[in-house]
């Protein structure tokens, strides 16, 4: 069955430094997502992409982030200057329509930790 | 704006007991669509299931079942015949029309089901 697939698993980094989340979305799909989970909290949404341009953010994603799908199978978050609040887990999600009209499947997941 | 409320923070059951997690949700669209999604203690997210606001029919799925009742927006959860593997955290999650294609989550409920 097709999966979301991210890495790292886990990626530590020291706060200002610049960070690069990898994903793949399935392959046939059209829309993806990231989302980010502190512990222990709920998941929020962070950004949506669809045709090679952002359609949604939150107010989470502030300038220090970015997002990009470099060729035709990866989408990557980038998060330029770390702050210590950035440590979460951070996931992919990938839709063949847009949300709603179908459900978001998510990846594993990466664990950002800021130090 | 939407919202999304799970007010049970943690239930623990017995083996075998029937569990319900309840989910109620806020929105001023007509057309909405509601998920569960469910993060075991390796941290990723599985879908569960989908409900569009216009199909207010249960659902039964094995052991699960869901409950949607727009009169007092809720979307109930229930696990028949609970097992140690339905150990997980529960996430009941919104999106509505107007708000592109972001999942709202609640809270999440932490499952905990003891032999």
Known sequence: EPEVTQTPSHQVTQMGQEVILRCVPISNHLYFYWYRQILGQKVEFLVSFYNNEISEKSEIFDDQFSVERPDGSNFTLKIRSTKLEDSAMYFCASSDLLAGEREQYFGPGTRLTVT | ?115
């Open chain 2, 1 to 115: 704006a939407q919202k999304v409320t799970q007010a049970q923070t943690e239930i623990s059951v017995v083996e075998k007991e029937d569990v319900t997690l309840d989910c109620v949700y806020e929105t001023r669209d007509t057309t909405y669509y509601l998920f569960w999604y469910k993060q075991p203690p390796s941290g990723e997210l599985v879908f569960l299931i989908r409900r569009n606001s216009f199909d207010e029919q249960n659902e039964i799925s094995g052991r699960y079942s869901w409950n949607f009742q727009k009169s007092t927006s809720s979307f109930n959860f229930t696990i028949t015949a609970s097992q140690v593997v339905d150990s997980a955290v529960y996430f009941c999650a919104l999106c509505q029309e107007t708000s592109g294609s972001r999942l709202t989550f609640g809270e999440g409920t932490q499952l905990t089901v003891n032999p």
